[in-house]
C-alpha cells in the first residue's frame, strides 16, 4: 500500500503557472502515479500519468501542451506543472498509485489515492 499526500494547490489568475507535488510514502518502486481533478458538480477526470517503469507520461486532451507531469524517484515525489491555467481547471486534483504500472485514465485502476488539494483560477 502506498501513501500520498498532495501539495501546492492555491489560488491564482487566468494565466498563471502552478505546480503541484505529490509525495509517496510506503512502498513505492513500481507504481503508476496519475493525477486527476474534480471540479463542483462534476466527475472525477483524468489528467495525466506517469509510468514507473519507462516514465512514459499521458495527458487528457484538455491540458495536453499545458501541463506536465515529472517524477524525482529520489524523492518519491511526482509533479504536474500547469501552465496558462483557466477558469475550467478549477478543482481538487488528487494523485493515485496504480501498483501494476499502467499508466491508465481509469480512475478504477488506481488503488490508493491522496487527499486531493485545491486549485481555484479567478480573476
Known amino acids: 500500500q502506498v501513501q500520498l499526500v498532495e501539495s501546492g494547490g492555491a489560488l491564482v489568475r487566468p494565466g498563471d503557472s502552478l505546480t503541484l507535488s505529490c509525495t509517496a510514502s510506503?512502498?513505492?518502486?513500481?507504481?503508476?502515479t496519475g493525477w486527476f481533478r474534480q471540479a463542483p458538480g462534476k466527475g472525477r477526470e483524468f489528467v495525466a500519468s506517469i509510468r514507473w517503469s519507462d516514465s512514459r507520461t499521458y495527458y487528457a486532451t484538455s491540458v495536453q501542451g499545458r501541463f506536465t507531469i515529472s517524477r524525482d524517484n529520489a524523492k518519491n515525489t511526482v509533479y504536474l506543472q500547469m501552465h496558462s491555467l483557466d477558469s475550467e481547471d478549477t478543482a481538487v486534483y488528487y494523485c493515485a498509485a496504480d501498483a501494476l504500472d499502467r499508466g491508465s485514465d481509469a480512475s478504477a485502476e488506481y488503488a490508493d489515492w491522496g487527499q486531493g488539494t485545491q486549485v481555484t483560477v479567478t480573476s
Open positions: 510506503g512502498h513505492t518502486a513500481g507504481y503508476a
